[in-house]
């Protein structure tokens, strides 16, 4: 299975960006859940997004809640990441991922539960 994400890119405070996780190979993209994760620069990788198999399921961490969407179109094998109200803290390599192993509704959280990745899209918010 292969992700490509993009969509980043240098955008102002304040400003919106679609993040979009193009998946293909042999999963078929309907029986994959997807995670959005992103690192700052000098810190850790973190958790941001999550969206089940069936998309009934989504997950944000608390720093987006109320600015960012999750969602999935199934039809065109695409996951999106929508980040509006961007702030300065939220620079920083983005990835998409995906796992095949959980059931419908469920999702995760956590880096080690999904199988592939992408490459990552970098988003700079200025100030």
């Known amino acids: 299975v292969q992700l490509q994400a993009s969509g980043g890119g240098l955008v102002q405070a304040g400003g919106s960006l679609r993040l979009s996780c193009a998946v293909s190979?042999?999963?078929?993209?309907?029986?994959?859940?997807i995670g959005w994760f992103r690192q700052a620069p000098g810190k850790e990788r973190e958790f941001v997004s999550a969206i089940s198999r069936s998309g009934t399921r989504i997950y944000y961490v608390d720093s987006v809640k109320g600015r960012f969407t999750i969602s999935r179109d199934n039809a065109k094998n695409t996951a999106y990441l929508q980040m509006n109200s961007l702030k300065p803290e939220d620079t920083a390599v983005y990835f998409c991922a995906a796992d095949w192993t959980f059931s419908t509704q469920q999702t995760a959280t956590r880096e080690y539960e999904y199988e592939y990745w992408g490459q990552g899209t970098l988003v700079t918010v200025s100030s």
């Open positions: 190979g042999r999963r078929p993209f309907p029986n994959l859940a």
